[in-house]
């Protein structure tokens, strides 16, 4: 078979890059309408960076990139949907609703240029009820005749080739009819192929859909949780640590995504709670809307709420005063920025005066300079924010850009900062020295014996 998938980001290519891996009898190609990405995905140097990633693309021969989306269409078996599906900006449901624009466009295409039989799935995430839009969209004709199936995809970045080779379930949703249920078999196939097959679950299309955005919304619903326990142990005597250890050990409850935090970022989490928000809102239901919607709230406040904390220990004022931001990509071992809690520090912080420095190990390597531009001097800064009358800069290294500052935020949890040499960026930095540990990365006692002051989440000593 021919596999197309349509968009060559995190999803589309890497799906595709592990899928092909297995299934070398079967030819795969990675279509985008963005030349330069295609490009990079051609050459030595790729557009994302994510650990593992670099060998499966060199090993896998039967995978091609290409800009080619309507002669791609017209060769394709099977064609998954990979096209990026964000917050609506303007508009009806602006700031809430999936702007669900680019799969329709997509699915236009495909109508227009399929040519034969074609599986057509659904693998980027869409409001219930998507599945509908692209029955209407896609005609059956004499010679051409279309399934759609839905089969979202649950790789976290950072961690996504291993996620990919060992996926805890992959879902897989069809409308139930003769021909979809020949077609979700013939999906499933594919994944048998390296996926245990009790880890294929199948469902009907509008739960598969739906079960999507409800893993990323309970996700997004623990780390709000945890953090808004955060904020009570901070005014009490108790350690956010400790907690999430004593009752992580309840099986029912779990261990995983109890780490207090500055927020969560990246790009799925904030828009895919906005987009049940937005469905429960539209169907009147209105208590569902607002019980999620309080997810996002927890959210911004826990960013917010550092700020000010930030604030209140430079004695009320960071106006000029020189802040380093350590970590821009929303968690470590990704390059991605995307709605990375930094953005909202940096951004408020620069509001009130402060001239902030950011430093990051991959950010700005990998596409997440878009909101920063470089400067016409050589040596550090190398980039600086290109929105007018806020002062932030981008350094390379992190020990040039603490130099001078009156405090060290740690936004990002890179494992390469608990190793930097604390005691030279301390005598570097003003008096007194803060970190504020918006990732609990550090160790509190050896910081505090370096001579920093030293704030984290979640700890009443700290507060
Ligand atoms: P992305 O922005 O990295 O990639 C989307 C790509 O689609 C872009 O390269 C864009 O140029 C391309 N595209 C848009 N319109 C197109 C068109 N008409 N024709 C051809 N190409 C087109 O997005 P992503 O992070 O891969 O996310 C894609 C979807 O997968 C989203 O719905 C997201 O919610 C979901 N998802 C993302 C992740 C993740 O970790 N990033 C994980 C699971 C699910
Ligand atoms: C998340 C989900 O984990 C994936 O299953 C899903 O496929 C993906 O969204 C998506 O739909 O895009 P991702 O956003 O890549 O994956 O990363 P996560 O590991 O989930 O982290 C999200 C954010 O929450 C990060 O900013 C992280 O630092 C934060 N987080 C996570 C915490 O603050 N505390 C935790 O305990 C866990």
Known sequence: MRILTIGAGYVGALTMAVMAKHNKEHDFVVVDIDHQRINEWNSDTLPIFEPGLDDIARETRNLTFSTDVRGEIGKADIIFISVDTPTKMGGIGAGQACDTSKVEAVARQINKFASGPTIVVEKTTVPVGTNEMLHEILEDTNDKTFTVLSNPEFLSEGTAIADLERPDRVLIGGTGSALGLHSQHTLASLYYKWVPVKR???????????????????????????????????????????????????????????????????????????????????????????????????????????????????????????????????????????????????????????????????????????????LATSGAPKYCLREPGLNVCYFENPLECAVGAHAVIIATEWPEYIQLPWHTIKSSMERPAWIFDGRNLLDATRMRATGFHYASIGNSSEY
């Open 200 to 374: 294929v679950i199948q469902t009907d299309i509008w739960t598969s859909e739906l079960s999507k955005l409800a893993a990323n919304a309970f996700l997004a619903q623990r780390v709000s949780s945890i953090n808004s326990l955060a904020e009570v142990c901070e005014h009490t005597g108790a350690r956010i640590d400790e907690l999430a250890g004593a009752i992580g050990t309840d099986p029912r409850i779990g261990p995983h995504f109890l780490q207090a935090s500055l927020g969560f970022g990246g790009s799925c989490f904030k828009k895919d709670v906005l987009s049940l928000v937005y469905i429960a809102h539209s169907k009147g239901l209105f208590e569902v809307a607002n019980y999620w919607e309080a997810v996002i709230k927890m959210n911004e406040h826990q960013q917010d709420r550092l700020v000010r904390r930030v604030i209140n220990r430079l004695f009320g004022t960071v106006q000029g005063k020189k802040i380093a931001i350590f970590g821009y990509a929303f968690k470590a071992h990704t390059g991605d920025t995307r709605e990375s809690p930094a953005t909202r520090l940096y951004n408020l912080l620069a509001e009130e005066g402060a001239d902030v420095r950011v430093t990051d190990p991959k950010a700005f390597q990998n596409g997440g300079s878009a909101h920063f531009s470089g």
